[in-house]
């Protein structure tokens, strides 16, 4: 009893001190896990407040967000669901708060901080970032078992690769990277695949180094994701410069764009 | 006194060039040293694992003692993915070496799963130990091929560098000691997994591509699959619309499309099965505008679209957002109990809330036999064997693959240890952990 009365006393001056922490509160929308935004930085800034959420306050629903949103919907008598529908967010609002300019600068500085509620904001920060991010989150989905950074080396290969091919090319050539983890007769990191000597034109002569571009990437994320365009190929070949003999005698799958698909 | 000046100038030059010139030989030699030794170390590492693996495979045909056969086996699984990734390095790609790479793969296959296997109360079958015996006699065979190419390249100095030119120029005629040596190596290695002496338990952990079992029907016409497309896509019926059958090499037959629409930038492209033309996969690859609906609204279109095109019993098991876009997986549930080989995949785009793509490859291809098992153990006796550590959340039941690639009647188990999520698979008749996965979806920015 003692202890809950420090805590609100606590709080209370913790209000008087930040006059600035506003209410203003979510966009309509349901929050399910999986979402990316401003409306997810602040349901987790808020369950941190509350004690509920001990992560980082990343602008990414995964699983930690879940959880906490769960345990206080249990807590607040709410249907445990884990979507932050209307109800949920009433609730929460009323009962948190949210420092919006507090945690948009640190987010914008790339800090280490915490929203614990009874905490001053000031000994929740650790300045570790130069600023000027332009990002609004500090982390992003990703497949399963990849990184962003394999991501992004394959999207390399694929931009190498197939940049003057249909978009449907492109997904096809990421997925044929992927058959090939999966296929015995190949390396089975993504980086084993792509840098196999011979294997792939764009590594040898270099062009794996330029640019990639934002439907390469998309492509890669495609076929990350499920599509195979390819129907489970694990080779493909340019009819129009093959030297090899031996690819033409592998039984072939369809064409998309200037690439014949094989298995 | 011009004349000496210039020809001053002209010595300079020269003895410069000349300098220059020196020094991008060097440069390059060194370069193509260094590629090479790459190459070689590969090279001479693949034959010493081997013939290491030789060895270690004959030793454990000798043994008895289930106390030193796991070991060993762990061993042998070890240094063939040693072996397999150093095939990986060497320019081989463009000459047929697969059955070989494929050979280590499956060793490393069969002794992982022995050697996990508790072999004190199930040990090595009859047939395991013919296998055994069969991989014995075949890295044998590849040892004595690689030793003694091993020994024409040290003895004539021979570069791999030589084998990458010859493959690229598709020199016929070049008689490359390497390139033969490893020909011949594919041979044996041909012939002999061809042949019965593996057994089955060998055979059986090919990977046989099941195809799409459940493309049952009547083969469709290409007419057919532009009207199933239009409906499935929801088109107008002005689109330009192509259709392609698969080559020979497909599994099963399908058909290509590639759907124009005049009005918007971008094709949609769509595979459906030649039998009974069920959409194996589409894509919109339309440009995507600013999100205006969220990941929750997108999520309840795809499960409609589901209904409308008579995918029934099926739950949203993930959802993720990819910046204007989402992605939905959906498996089918039965009485509750999720069959995760069964899955459907779809994207969303945020902009207006259509179906941009979608994926049932996995859906078509599953063949897991109903009525699906009744649990021997109860939940309750189950629970028991999940780690105390671990905070349990969620549970249901649930169908997998295993490690074995056979279906398993699971109960499943969401739960928090630390600051991770896992997802546990305890196998419903036997109590075995089947699977343990932590999930992670999240990445932190770098930089």
Redo the contacts between chains.
């Keep these: 009893m003692v202890r809950k009365l420090i805590v609100f006393t606590l709080i209370g001056v913790l209000v008087c001190l930040h006059p600035a922490g506003d209410a203003a509160a979510f966009s309509p929308?349901?929050?399910?896990?999986?979402?990316?935004?401003d409306d997810v930085i602040e349901l987790q800034a808020r369950l941190q407040y509350l004690g509920f959420y001990?992560?980082?306050i990343?602008g990414?629903f995964?699983?930690?967000t879940?959880?906490a949103l769960?345990n206080f919907q249990q807590k607040y008598g709410l249907p445990v669901d884990g979507?932050a529908g209307a109800e949920t967010k009433r609730k929460l609002v009323k009962a948190s708060k949210y420092y919006e300019q507090f945690v948009k600068e640190q987010i914008r500085q790339g800090n280490e901080f915490t929203h614990y509620g009874g905490i001053p904001l000031s000994q929740q920060v650790k300045k570790r970032g130069s600023g000027g991010r332009t990002?609004k989150?500090?982390?992003?989905?990703?497949?399963?078992g990849f990184?962003?950074?394999d991501i992004q080396l394959m999207a390399n290969a694929v931009y190498g690769e197939a940049r003057g091919e249909?978009?449907?090319g492109q997904?096809a050539v990421a997925a044929v990277i992927l058959n090939r983890l999966?296929h015995?007769?190949?390396?089975?990191t993504v980086a084993?695949?792509i840098f196999?000597?011979?294997?792939f034109t764009a590594v040898a002569d270099g062009q794996i180094w330029l640019t990639p571009n934002e439907t390469a990437r998309k492509a890669v994320?495609?076929a990350i994701?499920?599509?195979?365009?390819s129907?489970?190929?694990i080779y493909y070949f340019n009819p129009a410069t093959a030297?090899?003999?031996?690819i033409w005698s592998?039984?072939?799958?369809?064409?998309?764009g200037q690439h014949?698909f094989?298995? | 006194m011009v004349r000496n000046l210039l020809l001053a100038v002209l010595v300079v030059a020269v003895v410069g060039t000349g300098y220059w010139g020196y020094r991008e030989h060097s440069e390059k030699n060194a370069i193509l040293i260094h590629a090479e030794n790459n190459?070689q170390r590969a090279f001479h590492d693949l034959a010493y694992q081997i013939d290491l693996l030789h060895d270690k495979l004959g030793a454990t045909l000798a043994m008895n003692s289930h106390a030193s056969l796991s070991p060993a086996l762990a061993e042998v699984w070890k240094i063939a993915a040693e072996a397999?990734?150093d095939v990986?390095?060497?320019?081989?790609?463009?000459l047929?070496f697969?059955?070989t790479?494929?050979f280590l793969?499956?060793i490393g296959e069969f002794s992982y799963r022995t050697a996990v296997r508790d072999l004190e109360e199930e040990p090595l079958t009859k047939e395991e130990y013919k296998t055994l015996q069969a991989l014995y006699k075949n890295a044998g065979t590849i040892r004595q091929e690689l030793r003694n190419v091993q020994h024409l390249v040290l003895e004539n100095n021979l570069r791999w560098m030589d084998v990458?030119l010859a493959?690229?120029?598709?020199d016929e005629k070049g008689d490359n000691i390497i390139i033969d040596g490893f020909k011949a190596v594919e041979k044996n290695v041909d012939t002999f997994s061809s042949s019965s002496e593996f057994g089955p338990s060998f055979i059986g952990l090919a990977?046989e591509?099941k195809g799409f079992v459940r493309a049952q029907g009547r083969p469709i016409t290409k007419n057919e699959a532009k009207r199933i497309a239009r409906d499935f896509l929801g088109l107008k019926g002005t689109e330009e619309i192509k259709v392609?059958e698969?080559?020979?090499?497909?599994?099963d037959r399908?058909y290509?499309l590639?759907i124009r629409d005049p009005k918007t930038k971008?094709?949609i492209?769509m595979?459906i099965t030649k039998n009974g033309g069920y959409p194996i996969?589409a894509?919109n690859?339309r440009p995507i505008g600013k999100p205006k609906?969220?990941?929750?609204?997108a999520?309840n279109r795809g499960m409609a679209f589901l209904k409308r095109h008579q995918f029934t019993g099926f739950e949203l098991y993930?959802?993720?957002?990819?910046d204007n876009v989402?992605?939905l997986t959906f498996v089918k549930s039965e009485n509750g109990i999720r069959i995760y080989p069964e899955a459907v995949?779809m994207?969303v785009a945020l902009d207006n809330g259509r179906i941009v793509?979608f994926?049932a490859?996995?859906y078509l291809s599953s063949s897991i036999p109903r009525p699906l098992p009744k649990p021997k153990l109860t939940v309750e006796a189950v629970k028991k064997k999940v780690n105390p550590q671990l905070k349990v959340?969620e549970q249901r039941q649930a169908v997998i693959m295993n490690d074995l690639q056979k279906p398993v009647l699971c109960y499943e188990f969401l739960g928090?240890l630390g600051?991770?999520?896992y997802q546990l698979f305890i196998n419903a008749s036997t109590g075995l952990e089947e699977k343990v996965e932590k999930?992670?979806?999240?990445?932190?920015?770098?930089g």
């Design positions: 929308q349901v929050i399910q896990r999986g979402a990316v935004g001990k992560g980082k990343d990414v995964g699983w930690g879940y959880w769960r979507l990002a989150t500090t982390a992003s989905n990703v497949p399963k990184s962003q950074n249909p978009y449907i997904v999966q015995p007769s190949f390396p089975d084993g695949v196999q000597p011979g294997a994320l495609d994701n499920g599509w195979d365009p129907g489970g190929a030297t090899s003999a031996w592998r039984p072939q799958i369809k064409r998309i014949i094989c298995k | 190459y397999h990734s990986g390095q060497l320019p081989l790609s463009l047929p697969n059955k790479q494929e793969s499956q990458e493959l690229a120029t598709n990977n591509e392609t698969s080559g020979k090499g497909a599994d399908f290509s590639t971008g094709d492209y595979d996969w894509l690859s609906i969220s990941l929750h609204e999520t993930d959802s993720t957002q990819y989402v992605v995949q994207k793509g994926t490859r996995d959340m928090t600051d991770e999520t999930l992670e979806s999240v990445e932190p920015n770098y």
